[in-house]
């Protein structure tokens, strides 16, 4: 597709339940990376992926969260055990180019943990 | 961590005005950059600045890239009611393609 796709776009759960989040960047950009919106919130970042480099993970809040990026191209977040503060809208953004930092991002997947 | 500060964090102003935003930070950045962010919707980049200094425009929208690289301003001539939305300023210091820093928003909210 011509943007950065994200699904579902919807999510409800109950608290304890896993959940996996999917991103599918824009064709060609070597970078990605995953923020988290909480209501009336700024971006918090998670991780960000950077062609076959480790990916950084200093922004992943607890062991609950993890992220893989499969062939350099689609990313899965999986939350496991999900609590309440964990409600937020993700965000999926990608990077045409290493180090620009001019980021396109999905329309974001709303999490809501009942 | 590096953090930034934007404000204001909202702004109520009449349609016709403009509107200015600024965003500072405790460290140098390499890249400034400006989204906004329609509801529903992912931020998308409005102005990206590359060099200390920089003035920048896009259409109705203006920013700097501040001497100091420690701070960013975005100013919005003539708003119109589509203007509403979530403006976020983001620093970016690209060695080995770091991660991007963003402010807390500034909501803008244009009456007709």
């Known amino acids: 597709g011509a943007g950065v796709s994200q699904s579902p776009s919807n999510k409800v759960t109950e608290k304890g339940k896993d959940v996996e989040l999917r991103c599918d960047p824009i064709?060609?950009?070597?970078?990605l990376y995953w923020y988290r919106q909480s209501l009336g919130q700024g971006l918090e970042f998670l991780i960000y992926?950077?062609?076959?480099?480790?990916?950084?993970k200093s922004g992943l809040p607890s062991d609950r969260f993890s992220a893989e990026r499969t062939g350099g191209s689609v990313s899965t977040l999986t939350i496991q055990r999900t609590q309440q503060e964990d409600s937020a809208v993700y965000l999926c953004?990608?990077?045409?180019?290493?180090?620009?930092?001019?980021?396109?991002f999905g329309e974001g997947s709303r999490l809501t943990v009942l | 961590g590096q953090q930034l500060n934007q404000s204001p964090q909202s702004m109520f102003i009449q349609e016709g005005e403009d509107v200015s935003m600024n965003c500072t930070s405790s460290?140098?950045?390499?890249?400034w950059l400006w989204y906004k962010q329609d509801p529903g919707e992912g931020p998308v980049l409005l102005i990206a600045?590359?060099?200390?200094?920089e003035l920048t425009s896009n259409g109705r929208l203006t920013a700097q890239f501040g001497i100091t690289r420690k701070d960013s301003f975005l100013n919005i001539s003539a708003s119109i009611p589509s203007d509403v939305g979530i403006y976020f300023c983001?620093?970016?210091?690209?060695?080995?393609?770091?991660?991007?820093?963003f402010g807390d928003g500034t909501t803008l909210t244009v009456k007709p």
């Open positions: 600045l590359y060099k200390a200094g």
């Open positions: 953004a990608s990077d045409r180019e290493a180090g620009t930092g001019e980021l396109f």
């Open positions: 983001a620093g970016h210091y690209n060695t080995n393609a770091g991660k991007s820093t």
């Open positions: 064709s060609g950009h070597t970078a």
């Open positions: 460290s140098i950045f390499n890249t």
């Open positions: 992926f950077q062609g076959n480099s480790a990916p950084d």
